[in-house]
């Protein structure tokens, strides 16, 4: 079953999450959320490279969208999350979410899963794979 949860200014994503889901003792989900961000690190996954190129932005952001899941990898809760974020002139920026601090607010919803994924580096795609 679905569980709503919204965490207040300065908490650190990707963190509340994980923690989250671990006091729920959920180890599959999708996690999907909104509201607001000073600062996030975002990557993009340079497939040439195999390599994620990190950006940090030190700004107000409103969050419009986060969707990811979580896995378990080497063992324990991993989430893999994505994000679009805007600025007040409405653009948007977006990517995979290394790190966040939320301000003022974020409400996030975990939705277990059926089945339990667990995920592996594939060397050949340079990325954990579920499998």
């Known amino acids: 079953m679905a569980k709503i949860y919204s965490v207040r200014a300065g ?6 999450i994980v923690s989250a889901a671990a006091r729920e003792r959920i180890k599959t989900a999708l996690v999907s959320g909104i509201g607001g961000v000073r600062e996030v690190k975002l ?9 994620y190129e990190e950006h940090d932005f030190r700004e107000e952001l409103e969050v ?18 994505h994000g679009t974020f805007a600025r007040r002139d409405m653009s948007v920026i977006g990517g ?3 790190s966040a601090t939320v301000s003022p607010l974020l409400e996030f919803v975990i939705t277990p899963t059926s089945n339990r994924a667990v995920r592996r ?11």
């Open 11 to 16: 908490s650190r994503i990707p963190d509340d």
């Open 43 to 51: 990557a993009y996954f340079n497939q040439e490279t195999k390599k």
């Open 64 to 81: 419009t969208s986060l969707l990811g899941d979580i896995t378990v990898r080497d063992g324990g809760p991993f989430l893999h999350l």
């Open 96 to 98: 995979h979410v290394v």
């Open 121 to 131: 580096l594939d060397e050949s795609v340079g990325l954990g794979v579920i499998y």
